[in-house]
Each structure stands twice: as C-alpha cells, then as structure tokens.
C-alpha cells in the first residue's frame, strides 16, 4: 500500500510535527510527510520542516481579514496541489469552518492537550490542576465542526503530582503527545480506525486490560 500524503498543518513552535517527521522515517510507517503548512511566517515548524526538506508553505491569515473562506479555499488549493490525503493539525490557532472540516471528514486530525472531553479551548493544562484531576493527559482526535469535539482516536494519561504546575504538568503531557500522535496517525493511516455512532473502534490493536489507578495503592 503506498505511503498516506500528510500535511501538519501547524502556527507555533512545531514540536508535535518534528514528532512526526521523525515518527515518519521509520521504513515502515504508513505515511510521509508531504507538506507544511503555517499561518504564521514565523512559526518553528517552518524552520524544522526546511530542515527536514519538506515542503513549507505560510497562508498569512492576517492577510485575509476577516475572509475565512478565502484563507481556506488557499489552504484547501495548496492541498489538493499536493494530493494530500491526511491533514494533521499539529498546535494549528485558527478555528477551520464546516466547508473546510466537511471536505476533510475523517482525514484530518487534530491533538489536545487534554483527556477530551474534559477541558477542551486553551489554559488545558491550569484548568486540569485547578479542577483537581488525578489523571490528565492528551487526545488525537478527528476534526469535528465544533472546536475540540469529534471522534477520539487515541488518548495518553500522565499522573498529576501534589507538587505540580502548570508548566511542570505541560512538560509531562508533551511527552505523551510525542509518542500520541504518530501512533494515531499510524492507525488512520494504517485503516484500522472505523468510526461509528461518533465513536473511532480500531481494528487489530488490542486497548490493554489493565487500567492505573492514581494514587497508586501498592
Ligand atoms: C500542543 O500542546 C498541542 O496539543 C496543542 O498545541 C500544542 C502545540 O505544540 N494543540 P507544538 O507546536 O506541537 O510544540
């Protein structure tokens, strides 16, 4: 089966997308990536993209004003010219419209740093510590109209310490989201994730039959 083409669509520091990347040079990952794209002519990820010889490009949002639909139909046009199957949303700060998520049903990816659907929106990591969870963590999830929602694909849990801050919990998560997600786009990729009544089952990796319990009673 040849290689799924995957645009990480990214505005900030791209630490997800060199997970990718890296994830992606394995001989026998599903899937290559084909392109990046920012919103920001400053991001990282642009940086580690070239570094990487992947194709970057910027759509400065801030040259659209208010036109979403333009700034998308430049996006949705840089994709189609890179017969792109996947899109992976990878710390992305722009809200995509229906017409552009419609167009991606089950192809596009986005991470959250947070056990969805607790705490979606931004501040994931404060919220987590001032509502007190014990277990927190991040979601790779399919991309739904409405922010943060949409079928979950895989999630990672880190354990909350007495002595945590927002930073210090946000390092631990990062970890997770590292190893998050280029395992869920390895599934997507792979086609084991089916979805169905709003829910991603996957076919031929077991969910393991043990569950953590925190604080750990041993
Ligand atoms: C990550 O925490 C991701 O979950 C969220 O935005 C952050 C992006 O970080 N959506 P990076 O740019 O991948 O380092």
């Known amino acids: 089966m040849p290689k799924q083409r995957v645009a990480v669509l990214v505005s900030g520091r ?7 990347i890296e994830a992606a040079k394995e001989k026998n990952y599903p899937a290559e990536i084909a392109l990046v794209i920012s919103n920001r002519p400053d991001a990282g990820g642009l940086s580690l993209a070239q570094a990487a010889g992947i194709p970057a490009e910027v759509i400065d949002h801030s040259k659209y004003g208010n036109d979403r639909e333009a700034f998308e139909r430049a996006l949705q046009a840089l994709l189609e010219a890179h017969k792109i199957d996947l899109v992976c949303l ?7 419209t229906p017409w552009l998520v419609g167009r991606w049903r089950e192809r596009m990816l986005n991470i959250h740093p947070a056990l969805l659907p ?3 929106g931004l501040n994931t990591h404060a919220r987590a510590l001032a509502a007190g969870v014990k277990i927190h963590g991040a979601s790779v999830h399919f991309v739904a109209p409405e922010m943060d929602s ?17 930073e210090t919990l ?20 792979e086609g084991r994730v089916r979805v169905e009544a709003g829910r991603c089952l996957i076919d031929g990796v077991p969910a393991p039959d043990t569950a953590e319990l925190v604080p750990d009673p041993s």
Do not use: C, W
């Open 170 to 189: 946000a390092a631990r998560v990062i970890k997770i989201e590292h190893k998050l997600y280029p395992l869920a786009l390895k599934l997507v990729a």
């Open 90 to 96: 990878a710390g992305f700060m722009r809200v995509l």
């Open 118 to 120: 607790a705490f979606k």
């Open 14 to 20: 791209g630490s997800n997308l060199g997970a990718l």
């Open 150 to 166: 949409g079928p979950i694909i895989a999630q990672g849990a880190v354990a909350v310490q007495n002595n945590d801050t927002a």
